[in-house]
């Protein structure tokens, strides 16, 4: 435990003092005094000071030493190692020595362990015993026991060091899992100090623990908190943490987390608030139904740096209960908090991590460049880097992205590879070859593994696919010959199958062949995602069976139901349910699709063909459900609003609720609707006012009717409808004349649309024109309109011919 560590530490610096060359100089003396009293602070002001005058070469080095010690019991290290990276001490062993405690202090395990091993390397140095105790604590920190332990044992016969060793050696033998060299080591040692002792109670509960003897080891670890202000802090926490575990291994994380959670109420500003916080949050997930009462209360408490703690884990807590925004207020109450701790920038971090996975890059970076201006240590500014390298990626900046992993590659960083070869992605999608090629050389080069390498040439491969090169298809190939065992080849053939299958025209049998070889080739997830996709589309290219496309769709739904092409086939699904009138199935999937993806494209489409579902099935209330789907389309502000409107008053027509109706086509004429809509709106009006009846109504809907025929701009079959109603409406209004005039306007249009004429109400129009005179017993010229009629040669030209032959023999209208 790094707790434990910190104990070695501290011992450590108590033996400084009497290792340093002694001074007589009483100005030194004077200055350095503080240290000897505990508090370093002053001490580094005043050696400072006099460091700083214009003094001997001895004296300067004199005064350099005690600087050195203050500063790194002032926890300075960084002034540290400024202080003797000077020439004139650099190389004397008390320098080398406090370089080595500054290092360690800042975490640089691996710089300090060869500064100590120098120093313990030289039997004569004073330095010896505290140099190789040092080397040791060094090599645990780069999880080097085994040679932590041999190091230790030099020191088992070292008089001064021997109880110390003893202490750090059983600790390492827990760490181990060697319970047996624990437990001789504790029996034997015979600590002379009570904070030895106490150090051994420690190492006996831990060595409990170890046993699997949860309640002895809470027992040793309450005996050491029964009287605190006698244990040092480390102790003092070490306990706490043990009192945790040893509750974890009972399975009653409750009663752990009260332990911590009573500390931490009672110590609000405890330096190591960052180490208990975080166990809490390990007892919290073992928890069922973790308790938020005392983190609730803390982030309403002023007391700091424990509100913003609170504030971090709180959110941590909502996270896992997927209450989202709840932690994203929370960070952002973090975010703008003043309290400076070196724990902070890792909050930010998480917070960053929290709006990546939302999908709020620009958020995310904002939030990271904050945690710059807090200057977190080097290691966990890199990465901050890569997190916001990553953002831009992800939120296609591949410019700025790529610019950055670039950055990142070439320098120290831990991500240095990873960097690499995502800006080698980064620049396939800047369509930039020849840097991607020199990152691919250089991954190479890094002995990069062949698995990355195939990675990045069927990034290169798919992403030629996703813009249409031409040079696509060869590179697939290409990949799956380099790299026939690569475990993404299925990939590699299931793209080849879908450049067959939307080719021009689609090479529909390749398409299948090459989904085979996927299937055949021990498929990635991906790689089933996809042939599953595609195979829907080629089935229904291929064979046009409905049942079977059918079938795939539902299957795809059921195994990849998250797939981001769920909602596209679903949407398939229920196109083919609604073009069967299998409406209620229809209407279903249609729902679906806008109850699990509201803000996708598909969703104001989807919701509006369930209510045409709805409107369409015989269900008691499918109506009503019909007119809240098409209210919810309105709220979506989109393309269809005003389609879904019209539909609305259509449902109110048929429900009887003319003045809804009319209020409803009202709203559609004075908005912003596109023209189609408008002439919808207006042609049921005159509809409205037509089916109503009575000679008012009638003469309201030939005005309507009239303004949507004297359009010229108006398509044809809207001006021939409107023509058409007018002339019923006249034929009701015992206009007869007036009506055959009217019909017969649109038998006299010669308008053509895409070279064809309207015949839809061209056909009705004739045919009623022809009833008129029939009615009238004007047998020649309803004959005459019959042969025009058949003369078209539409739909209908059948019936107008064997209505015309009828006509002529009824009548002997026979042409001589």
């Known amino acids: 435990m790094t707790l434990i560590r910190h104990i070695g530490l501290i011992g450590l610096m108590s033996l400084l003092a009497p290792l340093a060359r002694a001074d007589t100089s009483a100005e030194i003396a004077q200055a350095s005094a503080p240290l000897s009293e505990g508090v370093p602070e002053v001490a580094v002001v005043r050696l400072q000071a006099l460091l700083n005058r214009n ?6 080095c004199a005064v350099a030493e005690k600087l050195a010690e203050a500063q790194v019991a002032a926890k300075e290290p960084e002034d540290t190692l400024v202080l003797l990276a000077d020439a004139r001490v650099r190389e004397l062993p008390w320098a080398k020595f406090f370089r080595a405690q500054a290092f360690a202090a800042l975490n640089r395990w691996a710089d300090a362990l ?3 091993e120098k120093l313990a390397n030289d039997e004569a140095s004073p330095f010896l015993g505290a140099a190789t105790f040092g080397a040791a604590e060094m090599l645990r920190a780069l999880g080097k026991r085994e040679e932590a332990s041999r190091k230790l044992g030099v020191l088992l016969h070292n008089k001064e060091w021997a109880i110390r060793a003893q202490l750090r050696a059983a600790e390492l033998y827990i760490e181990m899992g060697n319970a047996p060299d624990a437990q001789r080591l504790l029996e034997e040692m015979k600590p002379r100090s009570i904070a030895e002792r106490r150090e051994r109670r420690l190492l006996r509960g831990r060595l409990e623990l170890l046993l699997q003897r949860p309640e002895r080891a809470i027992s040793m670890f309450q005996a050491l908190l029964k009287r605190p202000e006698r244990a040092g802090h480390a102790t ?20 752990g987390d009260n332990v911590i959670e009573q500390f931490i109420d009672l110590h609000p500003a405890d330096p190591d608030l960052t180490l208990l916080f975080s166990k809490l949050d390990d007892l919290y997930r073992a928890e069922h139904k973790p308790s938020r009462h005392e983190l609730e209360k803390w982030v309403r408490r002023p007391e700091e740096p424990r509100r913003t703690f609170a504030r971090w884990y709180l959110a941590r807590l909502e996270i896992r209960a997927g209450r989202r925004e709840r932690a994203r207020q929370l960070f952002s109450d973090l975010r703008h908090t ?8 890792a909050a930010f971090l998480e917070f960053a991590q929290f709006e990546v996975a939302d999908r709020h890059f620009d958020e995310a970076i904002a939030i990271l460049d904050d945690a710059r201006l807090l200057h977190p240590e080097p290691a966990f500014l890199a990465r901050i880097d890569f997190l916001s390298a990553q953002a831009h990626y992800l939120a296609k900046r591949f410019d700025t992205a790529t610019a950055a992993f670039e950055q990142i590659a070439h320098s120290n960083s831990p991500w240095a590879r990873v960097a690499l070869f995502n800006a080698s992605s980064g620049w396939l999608h800047l369509g930039n070859q ?12 890094q002995g990069s593994d062949k698995e990355a390498r195939a990675t990045l040439r069927l990034e290169e491969a798919l992403m030629q696919a996703a813009k249409g090169d031409k040079k696509a298809e060869a590179s697939l190939q290409q990949f799956i010959r380099d790299f026939p065992k690569n475990p993404r080849v299925s990939e590699g053939w299931v793209a080849l199958a879908e450049l067959a299958f939307h080719s021009s025209p689609p090479r529909v049998d390749e398409a299948r062949k090459t989904l085979a070889h996927a299937t055949e080739s021990a498929p990635t997830a991906a790689a089933v995602e996809r042939a599953d996709y595609l195979s829907i589309w080629v089935e229904e290219a291929a064979s046009g069976n409905e049942t079977k496309v059918i079938e795939l769709a539902k299957r795809f739904l059921e195994q990849h139901g998250l797939s981001p092409f769920a909602p596209e086939v679903r949407m398939k699904l229920a196109e083919l349910y609604y073009r069967r009138q299998d409406f209620a199935n229809a209407q279903t999937h249609f729902e679906i699709i806008a109850q699990q993806h509201p803000d996708d494209s598909l969703a104001e489409k989807a919701l509006f063909f369930a ?3 709805a409107m369409s099935s015989m269900g008691e209330h499918s109506l009503d459900r019909a007119i809240v789907l098409f209210d919810q389309v309105v709220q979506k502000n989109g393309a269809l609003r005003w389609s879904a409107r019209n539909e609305e008053a259509l449902i109110e027509r048929k429900l009887g609720k003319t003045k809804d109706a009319l209020a409803l086509y009202d709203e559609v004429l004075k908005s912003d609707a596109p023209q189609s809509e408008k002439r919808e709106a207006l042609c049921a009006k005159g509809d409205i006012s037509f089916e109503t009846g009575g000679s008012e109504n009638f003469q309201r809907a ?17 001006r021939n409808q409107a023509l058409f109603k007018k002339a019923l409406c006249l034929e009701k209004k015992d206009d007869r004349a007036g009506a055959l005039e009217t019909f017969y306007k649109i038998l006299d249009d010669e308008t053509r649309e895409y070279g064809q004429r309207e015949l839809f109400w061209y056909y009705k129009a004739g045919f009623n024109a022809a009833r008129l005179l029939e009615e009238d017993s004007k047998w020649e010229s309803a004959a005459a309109i019959y042969e025009r009629l058949a003369a078209v040669g539409g739909n209908r030209s059948d019936e107008a011919k064997a209505r015309l032959n009828h006509l002529r023999l009824e009548h002997f209208l026979w042409a001589d």
């Open 114 to 116: 060869p500064l100590y």
């Open 611 to 613: 209510a045409e579902s």
């Open 55 to 60: 003094l001997p070469n001895a004296e300067w």
């Open 236 to 255: 003092l926490i070490a306990a706490l943490f043990g009192i945790a575990e040893a509750h974890l291994q009972l399975k009653t994380p409750e009663a």
């Open 338 to 345: 003043s309290t400076k701790s070196p724990a902070i920038p």
């Open 434 to 445: 020849a840097r991607f090629l020199v990152d691919y050389s250089e991954l190479e080069q």
């Open 702 to 718: 030939i005005e309507i009717y009239d303004q949507l025929a004297s359009d010229k701009n108006e398509p044809s079959h809207w």
